[in-house]
């Protein structure tokens, strides 16, 4: 009987059939898009420009703005909800099971929401003139409108986002929390460790791969953050909370402008994909 060789590139067959029409194509099209003059409002005819759009995107200050309020809006997510989600991972950690459990399926319901519903439900809460958001921070003498100061604007934003996706760097801190042999924990009290020290020289050692992955895993959905934004503020006051794909989104199906926008979509991207590496190497100790 003749032997029959395993292939195992063979079981990527499914997942290239599917990523093909769905993402593969698109991509590559976009390439192509992206290295012409393509405005579909404009009477101009369509034109190649060959690396002229990606040249012209160095001297866009709206670009150039939109990119520097991402990565403030993506840093400022990180440390927020890495904060929180030790605190509340800790929390948890140290509950009786019952309470514990609980607690930990209160916290999956910001997860199970869309973005777009969680968008239109800050949206109602932070209403200058109905949100209870508003009203409570004006009894305390805090004029908040999200409408016209830019400040709490982001704060908005940053707030929802922490929100929604806290509870997600709980559940991965609280993994690495699980997971640390309680000999050494008992070893440490023994020798006389207050309870600082062992946060600080055992406990945080321990998890800081965790710590890494939740701000690899938040740092890219945060920087390409467009739904809940979107909803909230639609890139307001004024370009305050335009962050990167809210303004590729306006330049594309508003100002109609596929050529440019499509070389700011792969831009965008790399740019995406390189912070990623980093944070990526920063898991793998320096390793690739």
Known sequence: MPRIRFRPWFLFLPLIILLGPTSIIPFVYAIYISLYRYVVTSPMPVIFVGINNYVKLFYDGMFINALWRGLVFAISCVLVESAIGFGLALLLWGMSSR????????????????????????????????GPVPFVLRQLGVDFNIGTSEVDAFLATLFMDAWHWTPLVTF?????????????????????????????????????????????????????????????????????????????????????????????????????????????????????
């Open 99 to 130: 309470l514990g459990s609980f607690l930990r399926v209160m916290l999956c319901i910001p997860l199970a929401a869309p973005p777009i519903v969680i968008g239109t439900m800050w949206k109602l809460m932070f209403n200058p003139d109905v």
């Open 172 to 288: 991965i801190l609280l993994a690495g929390l699980l997971a640390i042999p309680k000999e050494m924990l008992e070893v440490a009290e023994v020798s006389g460790a207050s309870t600082s020290q062992r946060l600080r020289y055992v406990i945080l050692p321990l998890i800081t791969q965790q710590f890494l992955i939740a701000s690899l895993i938040r740092f890219m959905d945060a920087l390409r953050i467009f739904d809940e934004v979107w909803m909230l503020t639609g890139g307001g006051p004024g370009i305050s909370t335009q962050y990167l794909c809210i303004y590729i989104y306006r330049l594309v199906l508003t100002q109609w402008d596929l050529g440019y926008g499509s070389a700011l979509s792969i831009v965008a991207l790399y740019i995406i994909v390189g912070f990623s590496m980093i944070l990526y190497r920063l898991v793998r100790g320096g390793r690739w």
